[in-house]
Nanobody, 122 residues
Framework: VQLQASGGGLVQAGGSLRLSCAAS????????MGWFRQASGKEREFVAT????????NYADSVKGRFTISRDNAKNTAYLQMNSLKPEDTAVYYC????????????????WGQGTQVTVSS
């Protein structure tokens, strides 16, 4: 499966952005999807994951209550709605996919998009 992330940009603190991850190739609905981010000089970290059916979702504590992950299997797209953005949310955001068991750890994800930059100004 090929993944294309989009929707990043520059936003003021308190603002919102919606990231999209469009998938092509194999059947999207078999894949668990995840969003991860990497700030400059830091390790990549887990943000949110959603199971193939959408029935299971996990969030990092740092984004819980502000971010919402979702998917539309008919459109082969996963989303990350980000509200109440903070400067510490500034990072390159990556979407990723894996088939099989639902995990939150990035090490289990096999397919990665190219990343989209999110910058939150104070």
């Amino acid at each position: 499966v090929q993944l294309q992330a989009s929707g990043g940009g520059l936003v003021q603190a308190g603002g919102s952005l919606r990231l999209s991850c469009a998938a092509s190739g194999r059947t999207f609905s078999i894949y668990n999807m995840g969003w991860f981010r990497q700030a400059s000089g830091k390790e990549r970290e887990f943000v949110a994951t959603i199971s193939s059916s959408g029935g299971a979702i996990n969030y990092a504590d740092s984004v819980k209550g502000r971010f919402t992950i979702s998917r539309d299997n008919a459109k082969n797209t996963a989303y990350l709605q980000m509200n109440s953005l903070k400067p510490e949310d500034t990072a390159v955001y990556y979407c990723a996919a894996r088939a099989g068991i639902f995990y939150t750890s990035e090490s289990y994800y096999d397919y990665w998009g190219q990343g989209t930059q999110v910058t939150v100004s104070s």
